[in-house]
């Protein structure tokens, strides 16, 4: 997906951005870059590849290169950013995080404009520099954000870098995923993670509203435009992607995991399926803590049967083919063979997508001597691949084992009954956990309910996005 983080200081801000911005590294895998404003110098950028070595060791002799008083980094899953624009309202840089579902029509008509772009690979535009393009077609940045917003379909939180030393920060028209501002004695900054600059010393301000654009500068934050008033936050955010000590909306991440595994017991418990359990474990690492939430509401003993070894390929989704990312998500799996052999296993992940990590994962485990495999997902069947954030590298919907495993059983007609299938009470649901059991060695398969993760998060239904789970925008 992505995060951004920047500061506009009174004095050099290199370090605290390095440090804001490494703190976003969960985020993404594939670039990462900085941007920064020295009156001096003016506005400097670097862009770095990272899928092969994390933000930190890329970008560790920054200091030497670059300076600053005002600075913007990110850690991108897309296109290489920050871009430095040089447009009607002066000389720029710019990140932004979401994704531009009509952006072939959004070129076509900068083009007939007498715009034009620098083209990448293949003829590719920088999904940033276009919305930099759109931006620079109005009178100032709150025109020129508002309209770039109002004319994307998907997702755009954006951070400028001004000219002036001053920054931009604007966070998507529904609120999708959150955009942050904290303060310190010496400046203002803006972050999509709230811990990454409460680490650095700034206190938190304020979490920008949904379409909110605020301009800051070492002494001020001045809005520039108040937010809406519908919001759509990712759900999803809290159940998989958030870091644990992330907060979104006043929510802990780790706090709703917790509740969320405990309210999965919950129902295991009145159906009497956690009788013959002899360890509860997570499918490292975000499935953990809502295992945890699972052990604690059951009293059954939490452990880890296996762990991931992790000093050295510590994502196992960094390389781009699929055959890679399974052989080294299978190597760095170790097992703990006194917590395996002859065992009743119940694992919780965050949520099935695919499944076939999952698949070798579980085969991994009756390898070792296990006796039982229970799955529990966190999050509902998967229906619908996001179309509002780059959450995953799927291409399709087909590619969900949700989807496949429907049209194994009924073809393309079942797809006009997915809420039947995504009902765990209904008999073609029921018939879609017991396929996915049989496909992947699953003893059992219970899926959390839409409802129960809005009621482990807290927020009303209608201020959250579930559209990867039913379908509702």
């Excluded at 600053?68 to 624009?85: A, E, H, K, R, W």
Aim: hydrophobic residues 35%.
């Amino acid at each position: 997906m992505g995060g951004f983080f920047g500061i506009a200081s009174k004095q050099d801000c290199m370090m605290d951005v390095f440090f804001g911005v490494d703190y976003h590294s969960h985020l993404g895998t594939r670039r990462g870059g900085m941007a920064a404003y020295d009156k001096n110098i003016g506005l400097q950028r670097k862009i770095h590849n990272i899928e092969n070595s994390p933000f930190r060791t890329k970008f560790e002799s920054i200091f030497e290169e670059m300076q600053g008083t005002s600075v913007i980094g990110c850690i991108s899953d897309s296109d290489p950013q920050p871009m430095l624009v040089r447009s009607r309202l002066g000389t720029f840089a710019i990140t932004t995080v979401g994704i531009i579902n009509n952006s072939d029509t959004l070129i076509e008509q900068c083009l007939t404009s007498g715009g034009h772009f620098d083209a990448m690979t293949g003829g590719k535009v920088n999904t940033t520099e276009l919305v930099a393009a759109l931006i620079s077609q109005k009178e100032n940045f709150a025109e020129g954000v508002q309209f770039a917003q109002q004319v994307i379909e998907g997702t755009a939180n954006i951070l400028i870098l001004k000219d002036d030393g001053n920054l931009i920060a604007a966070r998507d028209k529904f609120g999708r995923i959150p955009v942050q501002i904290g303060r310190n004695e010496t400046g203002y900054c803006a972050s999509f993670e709230q811990f990454a600059y409460t680490k650095l010393g700034f206190e938190h301000v304020k979490e920008l509203g949904p379409g909110e654009i605020v301009e800051l500068s070492p002494e001020s934050m001045t809005q520039l435009v108040a937010p809406g008033s519908e919001m759509r936050m990712c759900a999803f955010l809290w159940s998989y992607y958030g870091y644990p000590t992330s907060t979104y909306e006043g929510i802990n991440v780790e706090a709703m995991r917790y509740r969320n595994g405990a309210a999965i017991a919950e129902r295991d418990m009145a159906q009497g399926r956690t009788m013959d359990i002899d360890y509860v474990g997570g499918v490292p690492d975000s499935g953990t803590p809502h295992a945890i939430g699972y052990a604690n509401r059951t009293g059954k003993p939490f452990a880890r049967a296996f762990i991931k070894y992790t000093p050295t390929w510590a994502r196992s989704f960094t390389p781009a083919r699929q055959s890679d990312r399974n052989k080294i998500a299978k190597m760095k799996q170790i097992p703990v063979h006194e917590l395996i052999v002859d065992k009743n296993l119940l694992f919780v992940d965050d949520s099935i997508v695919r499944g076939t990590q999952l698949r070798e994962t579980v085969e991994f485990l009756y390898d070792n001597g296990a006796k039982s495999v229970h799955m529990r997902s966190a999050c509902p069947p998967i229906m619908y691949g996001c179309k509002f954030l780059n959450f995953s590298r799927a291409t399709s919907d087909m590619e969900l084992i949700s989807r496949q495993t429907i049209m194994e059983l009924e073809g393309v007609a079942g797809f006009q009954y997915l809420d039947e299938y995504a009902d765990g009470n209904s008999q073609r649901g029921k018939r879609m956990r017991k396929a996915i059991c049989e496909k992947f060695g699953f003893d059992s398969l219970g899926f959390q309910t839409v409802d129960g993760v809005v009621k482990a998060i807290g927020i009303e239904s209608c201020k959250l996005c579930t559209y990867c789970w039913n379908g509702k925008e």
